[in-house]
């Protein structure tokens, strides 16, 4: 789990929706909507359900969130306030008053994060895992820290006074740095040095011995000052840490994209500095200059008498102790496949398959290109690439099959937030190897997740698709949920084709027969479809809306699924991120029910079901994957996917299977109430774990209806027959 956060803190504040008159009383404001998805990560540090280092590693995701929020959100927020931009949220605030409220919120929750390590780290000491304080280094232990100071800390420190003759330096993003005031022992001169951590040493050192005891890289370097600074008496010290403005604008006159990006990721890294974290009992004098020198007063200020860095608390989790992480899971090839010897496009041609990652092994989609590259009959392969990671075996099947003499096209987006520099490096790769690589469009992100291989068969050529909502990253598979559909479908294939047409040669899409896509026609598709559900009640049928996304912002969007509540539609959402819809308020919102779920797994799967004049789930529901989020962003500046879904066995598989087991889910879930606050959802005498269910059952082939059947089903989610 390195992030549970995948598609980040994302976002072009230049172009957010603005708070219609007299509409402010009817959204959460986003910003304090995700500081809420991050309080529930925080909460799981605190769950005890939960082996104690994946405790720990929540408290490190925790903090890495939060840092990215001030990098992309807060550095945007405060770009506005500083060009006096007054321009109003959905919810009616000005960036000012988005930052009044924000800084509070993240002050208290960073608070909190203090508050989860000092309890954590007790724990972790019970069970012989130590990070060890100043008080506790003596002896032995004093003895090889000096060495190993001497030998492998020292010479990498570049300890920089701090007088007129040696300015300010420049501290990077995220940069962690010490000061100290000394005093020269021969005849008290004061000097004020400051020492830059190098990112290259961990954040801990870990002892010697069968015992776990660590010290923290800081605690080391303060110890041991006297070598640092041989002649000088130690007067004061100090401790800070900044977050700089790490977002990166494209300009419509952008000619050359790689070159600008290039350009643009070197300028980033000197972005201007968002917050400044101090230690509380910094010297005063000390503190003022590192204000200033730190741009304080632009800066959002906090201090802390905790630990900087709360992100670098993911080293300790890497310790080898199984007994206190989650049982290791090993996920599923896919039994369809292996039923047909292995060979993905045999399967795929017999009928359409679903995948549900992580319990199904993401191997299957490299299993698919694997076999596309080294297939005879295969002339071409086009593929949408957002992120790939870093060792990315997606990459070498599309190289391997370039150098095989296949047609390969790989759409790479430079615009995946903090992923440019690895995707410009995968797009050098790729283009060495004879692949065609097309960037997409300047402003909008392809953000959608399609793969279409061509094969020559003996009754013509036939298109094999992939259509996923998740990221063709192979790391991020085995701790998100995703589905991954295959299909070999010609009208699927005449329109991923259209699709790629789109993206590489922006010609327009005519006559698309199953998907809808961002930015055409996406969200008039999905208003349709609820429009069919308020039609449905108001003839004295059912009407029902069951979705499940990361995030939902887009006002229109909301402002349907309002109308449909007050129609009688019965709206179950299981949101994990940001909601901007309010849900549970008499006469706007009461027939909607908004809930997330947080575990062992990330949900990051995109779904719409709507109940076509029956109670969900019905074999008749429309039934929908998506690569996007119900966000201003996916339907008007990225470039996305919506598949129905038709194939029976599929269509049964999500209802019945994937959604009703959000829905149930008891053990992880949380309410969203009509204040705003979330509410952790008892259990009861029937407890429902969705991840643990499907560890145990990871294969959906053949299983039909039977959650639904089980009974287990909230009587709140069965919509009562109207008449």
């Given at each position: 789990?390195?992030?549970?956060?995948?598609?980040?803190?994302?976002?072009?504040?230049?172009?957010?929706?603005?708070?219609?008159?007299?509409?402010?009383?009817?959204?959460?404001?986003?910003?304090?909507?995700?500081?809420?998805?991050?309080?529930?990560?925080?909460?799981?540090?605190?769950?005890?359900?939960?082996?104690?280092?994946?405790?720990?590693?929540?408290?490190?995701?925790?903090?890495?969130?939060?840092?990215?929020?001030?990098?992309?959100?807060?550095?945007?927020?405060?770009?506005?306030?500083?060009?006096?931009?007054?321009?109003?949220?959905?919810?009616?605030?000005?960036?000012?008053?988005?930052?009044?409220?924000?800084?509070?919120?993240?002050?208290?929750?960073?608070?909190?994060?203090?508050?989860?390590?000092?309890?954590?780290?007790?724990?972790?000491?019970?069970?012989?895992?130590?990070?060890?304080?100043?008080?506790?280094?003596?002896?032995?232990?004093?003895?090889?820290?000096?060495?190993?100071?001497?030998?492998?800390?020292?010479?990498?420190?570049?300890?920089?006074?701090?007088?007129?003759?040696?300015?300010?330096?420049?501290?990077?993003?995220?940069?962690?740095?010490?000061?100290?005031?000394?005093?020269?022992?021969?005849?008290?001169?004061?000097?004020?040095?400051?020492?830059?951590?190098?990112?290259?040493?961990?954040?801990?050192?870990?002892?010697?011995?069968?015992?776990?005891?660590?010290?923290?890289?800081?605690?080391?370097?303060?110890?041991f000052t006297d070598i640092l600074f041989p002649g000088y008496d130690l007067i004061g010290q100090g401790a800070f840490r900044i977050i700089r403005d790490s977002d990166i604008e494209v300009e419509e006159e952008a000619e050359d994209l790689v070159r600008y990006f290039r350009s643009a990721i070197k300028r980033r890294r000197r972005g201007r500095v968002i917050r400044l974290k101090l230690d509380s009992d910094i010297p005063s004098d000390m503190e003022d200059l590192i204000r200033r020198e730190m741009g304080g007063d632009d800066a959002i200020v906090a201090e802390s008498s905790g630990f900087l860095g709360v992100a670098d608390l993911e080293q300790l989790v890497d310790e080898d102790r199984p007994d206190l992480k989650f049982p290791p899971f090993n996920p599923r090839f896919p039994e369809r496949i292996r039923e047909h010897g292995g060979d993905c496009f045999a399967a795929i041609k017999t009928k359409d398959i679903v995948v549900h990652h992580p319990y199904e092994t993401f191997d299957v989609v490299v299993a698919l290109l694997k076999q596309a590259a080294e297939d005879p009959d295969v002339v071409a392969i086009k593929q949408t690439l957002y992120r790939a990671g870093k060792q990315s075996a997606v990459i070498r099947a599309l190289i391997d099959a370039a150098e095989a003499g296949k047609s390969v096209t790989a759409v790479v987006e430079l615009k995946a937030r903090f992923d440019e520099e690895q995707n410009l490096l995968w797009a050098n790769a790729l283009?060495?190897?004879?692949?065609?690589?097309?960037?997409?469009?300047?402003?909008?992100?392809?953000?959608?997740?399609?793969?279409?291989?061509?094969?020559?068969?003996?009754?013509?050529?036939?298109?094999?698709?992939?259509?996923?909502?998740?990221?063709?990253?192979?790391?991020?598979?085995?701790?998100?949920?995703?589905?991954?559909?295959?299909?070999?479908?010609?009208?699927?294939?005449?329109?991923?084709?259209?699709?790629?047409?789109?993206?590489?040669?922006?010609?327009?899409?005519?006559?698309?027969?199953?998907?809808?896509?961002?930015?055409?026609?996406?969200?008039?598709?999905?208003?349709?479809?609820?429009?069919?559900?308020?039609?449905?009640?108001?003839?004295?049928?059912?009407?029902?809306?069951?979705?499940?996304?990361?995030?939902?912002?887009?006002?229109?969007?909301?402002?349907?699924?309002?109308?449909?509540?007050?129609?009688?539609?019965?709206?179950?959402?299981?949101?994990?991120?940001?909601?901007?819809?309010?849900?549970?308020?008499?006469?706007?919102?009461?027939?909607?029910?908004?809930?997330?779920?947080?575990?062992?797994?990330?949900?990051?799967?995109?779904?719409?079901?709507?109940?076509?004049?029956?109670?969900?789930?019905?074999?008749?529901?429309?039934?929908?994957?998506?690569?996007?989020?119900?966000?201003?962003?996916?339907?008007?500046?990225?470039?996305?996917?919506?598949?129905?879904?038709?194939?029976?066995?599929?269509?049964?598989?999500?209802?019945?299977?994937?959604?009703?087991?959000?829905?149930?889910?008891?053990?992880?879930?949380?309410?969203?109430?009509?204040?705003?606050?979330?509410?952790?959802?008892?259990?009861?005498?029937?407890?429902?774990?969705?991840?643990?269910?499907?560890?145990?059952?990871?294969?959906?082939?053949?299983?039909?209806?039977?959650?639904?059947?089980?009974?287990?089903?909230?009587?709140?989610?069965?919509?009562?027959?109207?008449?």
């Open positions: 789990m390195d992030d549970y956060n995948p598609e980040h803190i994302t976002e072009d504040f230049s172009r957010e929706t603005e708070a219609e008159p007299g509409t402010e009383d009817r959204y959460f404001n986003r910003e304090l909507s995700w500081l809420g998805f991050n309080e529930r990560v925080l909460e799981e540090a605190r769950n005890t359900a939960h082996p104690l280092l994946e405790r720990l590693r929540f408290l490190s995701i925790s903090g890495n969130n939060l840092d990215e929020f001030f990098m992309v959100r807060v550095a945007g927020l405060k770009g506005q306030q500083l060009q006096g931009v007054e321009m109003r949220s959905a919810d009616g605030m000005t960036p000012g008053q988005q930052l009044t409220a924000v800084s509070a919120r993240a002050n208290a929750l960073m608070d909190e994060q203090q508050l989860v390590w000092t309890e954590l780290r007790a724990a972790l000491a019970d069970t012989d895992i130590h990070v060890l304080t100043d008080e506790e280094i003596v002896g032995e232990t004093e003895n090889w820290l000096a060495s190993h100071f001497q030998q492998h800390i020292f010479p990498v420190l570049t300890p920089q006074a701090l007088d007129p003759a040696h300015p300010f330096p420049f501290i990077p993003n995220k940069g962690f740095s010490l000061v100290f005031d000394l005093q020269r022992k021969a005849d008290g001169e004061p000097i004020r040095e400051l020492l830059m951590v190098p990112t290259t040493l961990p954040r801990f050192v870990r002892l010697p011995g069968e015992t776990a005891r660590y010290v923290a890289i800081e605690t080391i370097i303060r110890r283009e060495r190897a004879g692949v065609q690589v097309v960037y997409g469009f300047i402003e909008w992100k392809t953000h959608a997740k399609v793969t279409m291989v061509v094969r020559k068969e003996e009754d013509g050529y036939r298109t094999y698709c992939h259509f996923g909502t998740g990221n063709y990253h192979p790391v991020t598979a085995k701790i998100y949920t995703d589905l991954s559909f295959f299909t070999a479908d010609p009208r699927a294939g005449r329109d991923a084709a259209q699709l790629f047409n789109y993206i590489t040669g922006y010609v327009q899409p005519e006559g698309l027969e199953l998907i809808s896509m961002s930015p055409r026609d996406m969200r008039d598709d999905l208003m349709k479809l609820i429009d069919v559900e308020i039609a449905n009640v108001r003839a004295g049928k059912d009407g029902a809306v069951w979705a499940k996304m990361n995030s939902l912002v887009d006002p229109a969007i909301i402002e349907k699924l309002y109308e449909a509540s007050n129609e009688g539609v019965e709206v179950d959402l299981i949101i994990r991120g940001i909601c901007c819809l309010k849900p549970g308020v008499p006469g706007m919102s009461e027939n909607i029910r908004v809930r997330s779920v947080i575990g062992r797994f990330l949900e990051h799967s995109r779904i719409a079901c709507f109940g076509n004049g029956a109670a969900l789930p019905n074999k008749n529901a429309h039934v929908l994957i998506s690569s996007a989020d119900w966000m201003p962003r996916n339907f008007d500046r990225r470039v996305e996917y919506m598949m129905p879904i038709e194939n029976p066995t599929v269509h049964a598989q999500i209802l019945d299977q994937v959604m009703v087991a959000n829905l149930i889910d008891n053990e992880q879930s949380w309410q969203l109430k009509s204040d705003g606050s979330y509410e952790r959802i008892d259990p009861g005498e029937r407890p429902f774990n969705l991840h643990r269910y499907f560890m145990t059952n990871p294969s959906l082939s053949g299983r039909g209806a039977a959650l639904s059947e089980q009974g287990s089903m909230p009587k709140k989610l069965h919509v009562k027959r109207r008449g």
